[in-house]
C-alpha cells in the first residue's frame, strides 16, 4: 500500500540541508560534556516540565543539601523535595529520583552508573531507559551530554522545528521524530544538528512568534510556505 502524501517524509537529502544552513548560519558547536552521566541524569529529570534556570537551581539545591548522591537516596522524601522545590513537581521528581538512584545502588551501597561508552550506544540508551521513569528524550541527553555519545534528544524545540519544516509529517511524535533524525544525521555530527535546532527554536523558530522572515530555512519550509498561502500548520 503506498503511503500518503501526507506522511511522507522528504528524505536524509532535506535533513542535511537543513544542517548545512544552520551550521553556516551558527557555525559548529564544540561537542563538550557538560555533566557527568549521573549529574546529566537528574539534572535532566529535575528539567522536565520546567525553565532551564530553575532546573539549574533546583539542581544546585540538590546538591547543597546532599553532597552525595547516596544521602540523596538515603533522605528522607521532604527534605528531598525541598531542595529542589525551585525546578517545580517536587514531589514527582523527588520520588523519581530516589527511584532511580535505589536502581543505581550497587552491593557495596554506591550509587553508579555503569560505564556507557562500553556498552556503546544501543545498550547504554536500553539501560537508561530501563530506570524508573526515564524515556528516550533523557536517555538521549546523558548519552550526549553526559557520555560524548552520538544520540538527538527532540525536545519541544526540536519537534516544534522538525514539524514545521516539514523534516517529519504531521503527527510524528517525539522518539518517532527521534529515530528518524538520528538515521539522517552521521553520528558525528548529531551534537551540532542538535544544539542548532534548539538554538534556532528559541531565537527564530518561536512557538507562537515565529520570525519566518529571519529565518534562513525558509525557502524549504512546509510552515513557511503554507503561511504564504493563507494557511495554519502547528
Not at 8 to 21: E, L, N, Q, S
Not at 41 to 58: K, M, P, Y
Not at 116 to 132: F, I, N, S
Not at 192 to 203: D, M, P, S, T, Y
Request: aromatic content about 4%; proline content about 8%.
Amino acid at each position: 500500500m503506498p503511503i500518503p502524501a501526507a506522511e511522507r517524509r522528504p528524505g536524509r537529502a532535506f535533513t542535511r540541508w537543513v544542517h548545512r544552513r544552520l551550521l553556516a548560519e551558527y557555525e559548529a558547536p564544540e561537542w563538550s560534556c557538560r555533566n557527568t552521566p549521573l549529574d546529566e541524569l537528574i539534572g535532566t529529570v529535575l528539567s522536565q516540565h520546567t525553565s532551564d534556570l530553575n532546573a539549574d537551581r533546583a539542581f544546585a539545591g540538590l546538591r547543597a543539601a546532599f553532597p552525595t548522591w547516596e544521602a540523596a537516596r538515603d533522605a528522607p522524601p521532604g527534605a528531598l523535595e525541598a531542595a529542589i522545590k525551585s525546578g517545580g513537581l517536587a514531589v514527582v521528581k523527588a520520588a523519581r529520583i530516589r527511584a532511580i538512584l535505589s536502581d543505581l545502588s550497587q552491593p557495596d551501597g554506591r550509587v553508579a552508573l555503569p560505564n556507557l561508552q562500553r556498552l556503546g550506544p544501543k545498550r547504554a540508551r536500553e539501560l537508561l531507559m530501563g530506570l524508573p521513569g526515564v524515556g528516550r528524550k533523557t536517555a538521549s541527553c546523558v548519552l550526549l551530554f553526559g557520555a560524548a555519545m552520538p544520540a538527538i534528544p527532540v525536545d519541544t524545540h526540536v519537534h516544534r522545528v522538525v514539524l514545521r519544516l516539514g523534516i517529519v509529517p504531521p503527527r510524528t511524535n517525539p522518539d518517532q521524530a527521534c529515530d528518524a533524525l538520528e538515521r539522517d544525521i552521521p553520528k558525528a555530527q548529531q551534537f551540532a544538528f542538535h544544539v542548532n535546532l534548539i538554538r534556532h527554536g528559541r531565537e527564530v523558530c518561536k512557538a507562537l512568534r515565529p520570525r519566518c522572515d529571519a529565518c534562513v530555512l525558509q525557502a524549504r519550509c512546509a510552515y513557511a510556505a503554507a503561511a504564504i498561502q493563507g494557511k495554519r500548520l502547528h
